[in-house]
């Protein structure tokens, strides 16, 4: 488990915090007054029905992208580190209307939440289809999501199913 250590310098006062992930900013006193990030979000409730997946699919992410770069050179200016996965809890199909139906998309970040974290793209996918998917069917989906990347924008999937 990750601990957060916050020291007062002038009080002595230590605060100390147990957690799973972080998402930190501070301006140090000796630099031009920037606010500086540190982020570790793998595994939390991002809203009601959201949670956090970094921990499962960010290193499938840079897996694909390590082996599948010669096969798609585009893979080489995709940032991993630049991307929150989350996954939709509460999701179950509509048997009635499957063409709005999808397992992982991605999308680009809300402007505030890139400021706020640093995140560019979310990977959405739904919990109820990934939990009736094949290890190997991730990966396409995955590879899928990271091919639409193109520098700071989301392009057209090339097939689309």
């Not at 139906?101 to 990934?130: C, H, N």
């Not at 998917?133 to 700071?152: F, M, N, P, R, T």
Request: glycine letters at 4%.
């Amino acid at each position: 488990m990750t601990k957060i250590k916050i020291v007062n310098d002038r009080t002595g006062e230590i605060k100390e915090i147990d957690c799973i992930g972080y998402n930190l900013q501070f301006v140090t006193s000796d630099g031009d007054g920037r606010v500086q990030k540190i982020r570790e979000l793998n595994n939390g409730k991002y809203d009601c029905k959201h949670w956090i997946k970094n921990d499962i699919y960010y290193p499938i992410a840079k897996k694909v992208k390590a082996n599948l770069i010669e096969l798609s050179p585009s893979l080489t200016s995709v940032n991993i580190e630049n991307i929150l996965f989350l996954e939709d809890i509460d999701y179950v199909t509509d048997e009635i209307n499957r063409k709005t139906d999808w397992v992982m998309k991605i999308k680009k970040a809300p402007a505030q939440l890139t400021q706020l974290t640093g995140y560019k793209f979310i990977i959405e996918s739904r919990e109820f289809w990934m939990s009736r998917i094949s290890y190997e069917q991730i990966v396409a989906h995955i590879y899928s999501c990271l091919k639409q990347i193109d520098g700071d924008k989301v392009v057209e999937p090339d097939i689309k199913g």
